[in-house]
Protein backbone atom coordinates (compact mmCIF):
# COMPACT_ATOMS: atom_id res chain seq x y z
CA UNK A 1 0.00 0.00 0.00
CA UNK A 2 1.77 3.54 -0.87
CA UNK A 3 0.22 6.90 1.20
CA UNK A 4 0.67 10.26 -0.23
CA UNK A 5 -0.27 13.06 2.26
CA UNK A 6 -1.28 16.52 0.90
CA UNK A 7 -0.08 19.47 3.69
CA UNK A 8 0.15 22.90 2.82
CA UNK A 9 1.97 25.14 5.02
CA UNK A 10 -1.00 27.62 5.47
CA UNK A 11 -4.32 27.21 4.48
CA UNK A 12 -6.29 28.72 1.40
CA UNK A 13 -3.88 27.08 -0.99
CA UNK A 14 -5.68 25.04 -2.77
CA UNK A 15 -4.95 21.79 -0.73
CA UNK A 16 -8.28 19.63 -0.52
CA UNK A 17 -9.12 20.77 -4.13
CA UNK A 18 -6.05 19.63 -5.51
CA UNK A 19 -6.39 16.38 -3.29
CA UNK A 20 -9.56 15.33 -4.75
CA UNK A 21 -8.29 16.34 -8.18
CA UNK A 22 -5.88 13.43 -7.59
CA UNK A 23 -8.50 10.92 -6.24
CA UNK A 24 -9.62 11.41 -9.68
CA UNK A 25 -6.88 9.54 -11.09
CA UNK A 26 -5.89 7.36 -8.58
CA UNK A 27 -7.43 3.75 -8.83
CA UNK A 28 -8.22 1.10 -5.87
CA UNK A 29 -8.05 4.17 -3.10
CA UNK A 30 -9.15 5.20 0.00
CA UNK A 31 -9.48 8.48 0.78
CA UNK A 32 -8.73 10.24 4.70
CA UNK A 33 -9.64 13.38 5.58
CA UNK A 34 -6.80 14.41 7.88
CA UNK A 35 -7.87 17.97 8.46
CA UNK A 36 -10.22 17.24 11.46
CA UNK A 37 -10.75 21.09 12.89
CA UNK A 38 -12.36 21.94 9.13
CA UNK A 39 -12.85 18.76 7.29
CA UNK A 40 -13.80 19.64 3.46
CA UNK A 41 -13.80 16.54 1.35
CA UNK A 42 -16.90 15.68 2.29
CA UNK A 43 -18.24 18.70 0.59
CA UNK A 44 -16.65 16.96 -2.92
CA UNK A 45 -17.01 13.74 -1.97
CA UNK A 46 -20.46 13.51 -0.41
CA UNK A 47 -19.91 10.66 1.33
CA UNK A 48 -22.73 8.18 2.66
CA UNK A 49 -21.92 7.55 6.08
CA UNK A 50 -22.76 3.88 7.21
CA UNK A 51 -20.65 3.53 10.19
CA UNK A 52 -19.69 6.96 12.89
CA UNK A 53 -18.11 6.62 15.97
CA UNK A 54 -17.72 8.51 19.25
CA UNK A 55 -14.11 10.14 19.93
CA UNK A 56 -13.03 10.29 22.84
CA UNK A 57 -10.47 13.08 23.94
CA UNK A 58 -8.65 14.36 27.13
CA UNK A 59 -9.90 14.71 30.64
CA UNK A 60 -12.05 17.27 31.72
CA UNK A 61 -11.88 18.07 35.63
CA UNK A 62 -15.45 19.04 36.77
CA UNK A 63 -15.83 20.53 40.54
CA UNK A 64 -18.18 18.13 42.54
CA UNK A 65 -20.17 20.86 44.57
CA UNK A 66 -21.30 18.56 47.08
CA UNK A 67 -17.87 18.10 47.86
CA UNK A 68 -15.99 20.95 47.35
CA UNK A 69 -15.24 23.16 50.24
CA UNK A 70 -14.99 26.36 48.40
CA UNK A 71 -10.93 26.62 49.57
CA UNK A 72 -10.01 28.37 46.49
CA UNK A 73 -6.59 26.43 46.33
CA UNK A 74 -8.04 25.12 42.73
CA UNK A 75 -8.39 28.53 41.24
CA UNK A 76 -4.72 29.29 43.13
CA UNK A 77 -2.86 26.85 40.87
CA UNK A 78 -4.05 26.91 37.13
CA UNK A 79 -2.45 28.51 35.37
CA UNK A 80 -4.80 28.80 32.54
CA UNK A 81 -7.99 30.81 34.00
CA UNK A 82 -10.11 28.01 33.81
CA UNK A 83 -11.63 28.17 37.57
CA UNK A 84 -14.16 30.88 38.05
CA UNK A 85 -15.89 31.72 41.08
CA UNK A 86 -19.83 32.67 39.97
CA UNK A 87 -22.22 33.04 43.37
CA UNK A 88 -20.03 31.93 45.74
CA UNK A 89 -18.95 28.64 44.08
CA UNK A 90 -15.80 26.84 42.10
CA UNK A 91 -16.75 25.85 38.43
CA UNK A 92 -14.64 25.27 35.75
CA UNK A 93 -14.75 26.35 32.04
CA UNK A 94 -14.11 23.63 29.96
CA UNK A 95 -12.94 25.73 27.10
CA UNK A 96 -10.19 27.14 29.02
CA UNK A 97 -9.16 23.98 30.50
CA UNK A 98 -5.89 22.28 29.24
CA UNK A 99 -6.54 19.19 30.89
CA UNK A 100 -3.43 19.48 33.14
CA UNK A 101 -4.87 18.01 36.33
CA UNK A 102 -2.84 20.00 38.89
CA UNK A 103 -6.66 21.36 40.33
CA UNK A 104 -7.09 17.26 40.68
CA UNK A 105 -3.46 16.99 42.27
CA UNK A 106 -3.60 19.41 44.86
CA UNK A 107 -7.57 19.58 45.85
CA UNK A 108 -7.18 18.97 49.71
CA UNK A 109 -11.17 16.72 49.63
CA UNK A 110 -10.76 14.79 46.58
CA UNK A 111 -14.21 17.06 45.31
CA UNK A 112 -12.69 17.14 41.37
CA UNK A 113 -13.60 14.91 39.28
CA UNK A 114 -11.22 14.27 36.20
CA UNK A 115 -12.70 11.78 33.60
CA UNK A 116 -12.23 11.66 29.28
CA UNK A 117 -15.22 13.48 27.68
CA UNK A 118 -16.55 13.18 24.34
CA UNK A 119 -14.23 15.10 21.92
CA UNK A 120 -16.03 14.27 18.27
CA UNK A 121 -16.87 11.43 15.60
CA UNK A 122 -15.23 10.14 13.10
CA UNK A 123 -16.76 8.22 10.26
CA UNK A 124 -16.96 5.80 7.38
CA UNK A 125 -18.59 6.74 3.89
CA UNK A 126 -19.03 5.50 0.32
CA UNK A 127 -18.55 7.93 -2.36
CA UNK A 128 -18.63 7.53 -5.82
CA UNK A 129 -14.76 7.36 -5.47
CA UNK A 130 -14.76 4.72 -3.11
CA UNK A 131 -14.17 5.00 0.37
CA UNK A 132 -13.78 8.05 3.03
CA UNK A 133 -12.79 8.12 6.20
CA UNK A 134 -13.24 11.74 7.93
CA UNK A 135 -13.96 12.85 11.28
CA UNK A 136 -15.46 16.28 13.02
CA UNK A 137 -13.76 17.45 15.76
CA UNK A 138 -16.16 19.36 17.91
CA UNK A 139 -15.62 23.20 18.49
CA UNK A 140 -12.84 24.33 20.43
CA UNK A 141 -11.82 20.91 21.82
CA UNK A 142 -8.04 19.27 21.95
CA UNK A 143 -6.34 16.81 20.96
CA UNK A 144 -6.77 16.90 16.86
CA UNK A 145 -3.47 15.10 16.89
CA UNK A 146 -4.84 12.06 18.40
CA UNK A 147 -8.10 11.88 16.44
CA UNK A 148 -6.23 12.33 13.13
CA UNK A 149 -4.08 8.76 14.09
CA UNK A 150 -7.80 7.25 14.80
CA UNK A 151 -9.03 8.19 11.58
CA UNK A 152 -5.78 6.99 9.88
CA UNK A 153 -5.62 3.34 11.99
CA UNK A 154 -9.59 3.24 10.59
CA UNK A 155 -8.23 3.60 7.48
CA UNK A 156 -6.15 0.84 7.80
CA UNK A 157 -8.59 -1.34 8.85
CA UNK A 158 -10.21 -1.07 5.60
CA UNK A 159 -7.00 -0.77 3.82
CA UNK A 160 -6.57 -4.51 5.00
CA UNK A 161 -9.94 -5.89 4.82
CA UNK A 162 -10.59 -4.81 1.17
CA UNK A 163 -6.84 -5.34 -0.04
CA UNK A 164 -6.55 -1.21 -1.30
CA UNK A 165 -3.38 -0.41 -2.76
CA UNK A 166 -3.21 3.21 -2.74
CA UNK A 167 -4.42 6.04 0.28
CA UNK A 168 -4.89 9.57 -0.12
CA UNK A 169 -4.70 12.01 2.52
CA UNK A 170 -5.65 14.92 3.02
CA UNK A 171 -3.92 16.91 5.64
CA UNK A 172 -4.17 20.11 7.99
CA UNK A 173 -1.97 23.32 7.26
CA UNK A 174 0.80 24.64 8.87
CA UNK A 175 3.65 22.37 11.17
CA UNK A 176 1.48 21.42 14.28
CA UNK A 177 1.05 18.30 15.52
CA UNK A 178 -2.14 17.29 13.63
CA UNK A 179 0.35 17.60 10.59
CA UNK A 180 3.07 15.67 12.02
CA UNK A 181 0.17 12.75 13.09
CA UNK A 182 -1.03 13.28 9.06
CA UNK A 183 2.14 12.77 7.33
CA UNK A 184 3.62 9.64 10.15
CA UNK A 185 3.98 6.87 7.91
CA UNK A 186 3.10 8.33 4.95
CA UNK A 187 4.96 7.11 1.46
CA UNK A 188 5.15 10.68 0.17
CA UNK A 189 4.22 14.20 1.10
CA UNK A 190 2.51 16.47 -1.48
CA UNK A 191 3.48 20.62 -0.51
CA UNK A 192 0.93 22.18 -1.90
CA UNK A 193 1.92 26.70 -2.03
CA UNK A 194 1.59 29.76 -4.30
CA UNK A 195 3.42 32.45 -4.83
CA UNK A 196 3.03 34.85 -1.74
CA UNK A 197 5.58 36.10 0.79
CA UNK A 198 3.61 33.99 3.39
CA UNK A 199 3.11 31.19 1.26
CA UNK A 200 6.65 30.35 0.29
CA UNK A 201 8.00 30.81 4.09
CA UNK A 202 5.70 28.39 5.42
CA UNK A 203 6.21 25.93 2.40
CA UNK A 204 9.80 26.26 3.93
CA UNK A 205 8.72 25.02 7.29
CA UNK A 206 6.92 22.43 6.00
CA UNK A 207 9.99 21.26 3.61
CA UNK A 208 12.03 21.12 6.76
CA UNK A 209 9.28 18.89 8.96
CA UNK A 210 9.47 16.16 6.28
CA UNK A 211 12.97 16.95 5.96
CA UNK A 212 13.63 16.29 9.61
CA UNK A 213 10.85 12.59 9.62
CA UNK A 214 12.62 11.60 6.60
CA UNK A 215 9.61 11.88 4.13
CA UNK A 216 10.29 12.26 0.59
CA UNK A 217 7.81 15.45 -0.20
CA UNK A 218 7.30 17.39 -3.53
CA UNK A 219 5.93 20.63 -4.34
CA UNK A 220 2.77 21.95 -6.13
CA UNK A 221 2.51 25.37 -7.78
CA UNK A 222 -0.89 26.69 -7.33
CA UNK A 223 -1.93 29.83 -9.04
CA UNK A 224 1.35 30.03 -10.46
CA UNK A 225 0.63 32.96 -12.99
CA UNK A 226 -0.51 36.01 -10.44
CA UNK A 227 3.27 36.12 -9.02
CA UNK A 228 5.40 35.42 -11.81
CA UNK A 229 8.30 36.52 -9.71
CA UNK A 230 7.37 34.80 -6.73
CA UNK A 231 7.03 31.62 -8.77
CA UNK A 232 10.52 31.74 -9.94
CA UNK A 233 11.74 32.17 -6.44
CA UNK A 234 9.98 29.12 -5.73
CA UNK A 235 11.37 27.14 -8.23
CA UNK A 236 14.86 28.50 -7.88
CA UNK A 237 14.50 27.28 -3.97
CA UNK A 238 13.65 23.76 -4.94
CA UNK A 239 16.05 23.12 -7.74
CA UNK A 240 18.84 24.54 -5.13
CA UNK A 241 17.52 22.07 -2.58
CA UNK A 242 16.92 19.23 -4.82
CA UNK A 243 13.61 18.74 -3.99
CA UNK A 244 10.60 18.07 -6.70
CA UNK A 245 8.67 20.42 -8.51
CA UNK A 246 5.55 18.28 -9.12
CA UNK A 247 4.03 20.83 -11.13
CA UNK A 248 2.05 24.03 -11.84
CA UNK A 249 -1.36 25.21 -12.10
CA UNK A 250 -2.58 28.53 -12.85
CA UNK A 251 -5.44 30.83 -11.34
CA UNK A 252 -8.61 29.13 -13.01
CA UNK A 253 -12.61 30.16 -12.57
CA UNK A 254 -13.27 26.61 -13.75
CA UNK A 255 -12.17 25.55 -10.49
CA UNK A 256 -14.13 27.64 -8.40
CA UNK A 257 -17.26 25.99 -10.87
CA UNK A 258 -16.12 22.65 -10.32
CA UNK A 259 -16.74 23.19 -6.36
CA UNK A 260 -19.96 25.11 -7.11
CA UNK A 261 -21.15 21.46 -8.38
CA UNK A 262 -19.21 19.58 -6.01
CA UNK A 263 -17.20 17.90 -8.64
CA UNK A 264 -13.58 17.18 -8.67
CA UNK A 265 -11.71 19.70 -11.73
CA UNK A 266 -11.67 16.83 -13.84
CA UNK A 267 -14.98 15.56 -13.38
CA UNK A 268 -15.90 19.30 -14.43
CA UNK A 269 -13.93 19.43 -17.19
CA UNK A 270 -11.73 16.78 -18.15
CA UNK A 271 -9.94 18.76 -20.91
CA UNK A 272 -9.50 21.73 -19.26
CA UNK A 273 -5.74 23.41 -18.61
CA UNK A 274 -5.63 22.66 -15.01
CA UNK A 275 -7.23 19.21 -15.43
CA UNK A 276 -4.56 18.36 -17.64
CA UNK A 277 -2.23 19.55 -15.72
CA UNK A 278 -3.08 17.93 -12.74
CA UNK A 279 -3.03 14.46 -14.72
CA UNK A 280 0.38 15.81 -15.73
CA UNK A 281 1.17 16.21 -11.29
CA UNK A 282 -0.86 12.81 -10.78
CA UNK A 283 2.01 11.11 -13.76
CA UNK A 284 4.92 12.63 -12.00
CA UNK A 285 3.74 11.59 -8.65
CA UNK A 286 3.78 7.71 -9.17
CA UNK A 287 7.04 8.05 -10.97
CA UNK A 288 8.09 9.56 -7.44
CA UNK A 289 6.50 7.00 -5.37
CA UNK A 290 7.90 4.32 -7.72
CA UNK A 291 11.62 5.64 -6.50
Known amino acids: MKEVVVISGKGGTGKTSLTSSLAYYFENRIMVDCDVDAPDLEIVFKPENYEEFDFIGAKKARINQEKCTSCGLCRQVCNFDAVNLIDGKYTIDNLNCESCGACVYFCPVNAIDFEPEFAGKYFRGKTRFG ?35 NMLSDGTPGIGCAVIASISGADYTVCVTEPGVSAIHDMKRVLELTRHFGIKCGVIINK ?53 RVESIYKKLVEELNG
Do not use: M
Not at 133 to 160: C, D, Q, R, W, Y
Not at 243 to 259: E, H, P, S
Open 131 to 165: ELVHAELEPGEENSGKLVVTVKKEAEKIINQENIK
Open 224 to 276: ADINPDKTLEIETFLLKNNICLLGKINFDKNVINAQINGQTIPEFDKKSDTAL
